[in-house]
């Protein structure tokens, strides 16, 4: 017998649930951003005194009340009503929609960044209201935003961490399911740590790149 | 609809005065271990600052772990791992310490970005007109890294306020647990989490406004 071989055994278990903590974390970094890109227009763009309050409260209400707290009423409150999500839905949704009231402010900021002497060059070219917003304005607000959103995604990451509380199977699931069968406590939390961060490193590297790149960090 | 509500009225009185309970006790949580954050991360900063290059890559060492690992691990490291090791914890001291391990970086980090807003032009200044190196600190560049860095660090406090919500998965009794519990004792999974909600959202929204009427431009 090797050493070793029981943190392979371990890290062969919580292998499992790497995929899955990909997924979510792939799925909710999609919802997250279409709706809080989407979410950034209407707050940014309409006229709409209504809808403007509207993207308001929902910022504040997902940017305000912690993850934990939105995940069980998806999960166990609806369900009291009928709704039935699955574990993995109802992380899904909850991260993203959590995620959307990030990104909206993350775009927003970007959007606020561009001088308004852009809109008006581009309506006095001819631009339609849409044209300037999607090709003047949102390509130059993305690259403001990337930074920001890539440290978004590595937040995301880890934050899946907190779906096993509602039993979706990823690192972190596996990782509580075998300590009740092990007496390999400290290692096998140590592993999952460990994971986690080879997971993210690779991402963090990468929000450093777009940083340097895009002026952040000289 | 009024069957949502009927049981916020039929047991709002029983329910108040625990989730009031509760919230006290996710303040306390918060509050300590944003203190104990605040120590952590300047000393952090300190290390970032200083001129001996095994602090300097002790710090960045130690951020990059801690923005890479989730806070769970950590605090289930702290409570259920580090007892094999022969250190105990109890509950509530391993959810503060394991927030402000994590929150340290971010702080350090708040620091970092406020000393940079002050001008080097002005420390320079300060001590061509004969102060001392820690009058030109205490009298010149204090007053305004306090102003900067007032923000961002009550959002900082904000995301420390939620994530202390994870307490509740080692069984320090704060908002989420007691929800749950409360949530077996009535069947109403609902309605008592909506409350819970509400209640981290009472404590955090106002420190919200605050740090956007702060935020310097």
């Not at chain 1, 069980?72 to 574990?87: E, N």
Request: aromatic share 12%; with cysteine.
């Amino acid at each position: 017998m090797n050493s070793l071989d029981p943190f392979f055994l371990i890290l062969q278990g919580l292998l499992q649930g790497a995929g899955i903590t990909a997924v979510v974390t792939l799925s909710a970094l999609a919802l997250g951003l279409a709706l809080g890109f989407a979410l950034s227009l209407v707050r940014q763009f309409s006229r709409s005194k209504v809808l403007h309050g509207l993207v308001d409260v929902y910022v504040e209400f997902f940017r305000n009340i912690p993850a934990l707290s939105h995940l069980f009423i998806l999960y166990f409150g609806l369900a009291s009503l009928g709704f039935r999500l699955s574990s993995m839905g109802a992380a899904i949704l909850g991260l993203g929609l959590i995620g959307a009231a990030v990104t909206c402010d993350i775009f927003r900021s970007g959007f606020k960044s561009l001088s308004p002497g852009q809109t008006e060059a581009a309506f006095a070219a001819g631009f339609t209201p849409m044209q300037t917003i999607f090709t003047i304005l949102t390509p130059q607000a993305m690259r403001i935003a990337l930074p920001s959103l890539g440290n978004f995604a590595v937040q995301l990451l880890k934050d899946t961490s907190v779906v096993s509380a509602i039993a979706a199977p990823e690192i972190m699931f596996y990782a509580r399911s075998m300590v009740t069968s092990s007496f390999q406590t400290t290692l096998i939390y140590a592993t999952a740590a460990g994971l986690y961060l080879v997971m993210s490193l690779p991402l963090m590297q990468a929000v450093r790149m777009l940083e340097i790149r895009y002026g952040r960090v000289k | 609809m009024i069957s949502f509500f009927q049981p916020y009225v039929e047991y709002g009185g029983e329910w108040l005065p625990v989730l009031l309970d509760a919230m006290l006790k996710t303040a306390l949580l918060s509050l300590s271990a944003f203190a104990l954050a605040l120590v952590f991360g300047l000393l952090l900063w300190l290390f970032q600052a200083s001129n001996v290059p095994a602090l300097r890559r002790f710090a960045s060492l130690y951020v990059t772990v801690v923005r890479g690992v989730p806070l769970l691990a950590v605090l289930f490291l702290l409570y259920f791992g580090l007892p094999g090791l022969g250190v105990t914890f109890d509950a509530f001291t391993a959810a503060m310490l394991g927030l402000a391990l994590c929150f340290a970086a971010q702080v350090a980090e708040v620091f970092r970005a406020g000393m940079m807003a002050i001008p080097k032009g002005q420390s320079e200044a300060a001590l061509a007109v004969g102060f001392t190196p820690a009058q030109c600190f205490a009298f010149i560049v204090l007053p305004q890294v306090v102003r900067v860095v007032l923000s961002p660090m009550i959002v900082t406090f904000v995301s420390l306020l939620k994530d202390s919500s994870l307490a509740s998965l080692i069984t320090v009794d704060e908002l989420v647990l007691t929800g749950r519990a409360m949530a077996t004792e009535y069947f109403l999974p609902l309605q008592i989490y909506i409350a819970v909600g509400l209640c981290y959202f009472l404590i955090a929204w106002p420190f919200s406004l605050l740090s956007r009427r702060l935020a310097v431009r």
